[in-house]
């Protein structure tokens, strides 16, 4: 406060009234400062709470999103698992079975779909021109390829009922005797009844297959097959039967690359290893 105001105080009566009216004013004044003060610090106890009221909301809030993330995390995975065994119960255990005299099929195995191979493809005459259904468009990206490349590639022969395997065996037998079974298997035994195998020829070859070995176009298999999921399954020096380079086996893109990356082959490998590839088979 001035102190200038008092030393002009007289006594008058409008000098008592004016310091009258200061003193309420400056009492007022004071009153009010401290009922601001007042709420000041009530309204900071406030804010603190509710600053404090907030960590705690956000770290509940991150909590319940960490439980989320998790649960959702574990629903995919499981997803991801229902997809798996989803896909190896629509898809043929036996497709990827080590046939040549180790695993059997019995006469009643037939491949769940067959179709027919487009006539152009085949050798003249063939008789057996069916190949199992999901194998179909692998093998018509693959002789569509070869075509294009200039190699002339056909089918000979690819699906085989066990009946017919029968038959078969049983010729080769009457001509060449228990040599056959260097080159032919025994019903139940053959990649041919699953539907997924092909034996590949020219125009130039006809039935000649001694000779497919010498053509450009087996080399280009052997660039090429595992591109469209072929694997050559009887090279030089198998346990199972003689050198054949025509015999081709779908057995997946997959599994393929590897064994053409690795340089390694069918029969090399052990059935567990293989049955890991079986649900990706067409993929």
Do not use: C
């Not at 907030?54 to 991801?80: A, H, P, T």
């Not at 006469?107 to 191979?117: C, G, S, V």
């Not at 009844?193 to 497919?212: E, H, I, R, Y």
């Amino acid at each position: 406060m001035n102190k200038d105001i008092f030393k002009k105080f007289d006594g008058t009566p409008a000098a008592i009234i004016g310091a009258v009216v200061l003193v309420g004013i400056a009492g007022y004044g004071f009153y009010t400062y401290r009922n601001f003060e007042g709420e000041r610090a009530w309204l900071l106890t406030e804010l603190t709470a509710a600053q404090d009221w907030n960590y705690e909301l956000l770290l509940d809030v991150r909590e319940k999103e960490r439980i989320v993330d998790s649960f959702s995390s574990q629903l995919e995975e499981l997803g991801v698992t229902v997809g798996v065994l989803d896909k190896l119960a629509h898809t043929d255990e036996e497709l990827l079975k080590k046939y040549s005299k180790v695993y059997f099929l019995n006469e009643n195995y037939i491949p769940a779909t067959l179709f027919d191979i487009d006539e152009k493809y085949l050798l003249p005459g063939s008789k057996n021109f069916m190949i199992y259904g999901k194998v179909w468009p692998h093998l018509r990206d693959l002789l569509e390829a070869a075509h294009s490349a200039g190699q002339n590639l056909l089918i000979a022969s690819a699906y085989r009922s066990f009946g017919t395997q029968s038959a078969l065996k049983s010729a080769y037998t009457v001509s060449y005797g228990s040599g056959a079974n260097r080159f032919s298997a025994d019903q139940g035994y053959s990649e041919h009844q699953l539907g997924t195998a092909v034996d590949f020829t020219t125009n130039k070859l006809g039935t000649g297959f001694s000779a497919f070995a010498s053509e450009p176009a087996y080399k280009w298999l052997q660039e090429n097959a595992h591109k469209y999921g072929f694997i050559l399954s009887y090279p030089k020096n198998n346990a199972y039967y003689q050198y054949e380079p025509w015999h081709w086996r779908y057995v997946g893109i997959e599994l393929a690359t590897k064994l053409h990356d690795e340089n390694k082959f069918f029969y090399d490998l052990d059935q567990r290893e293989i049955d890991k590839y079986l649900v990706n088979l067409f993929d």
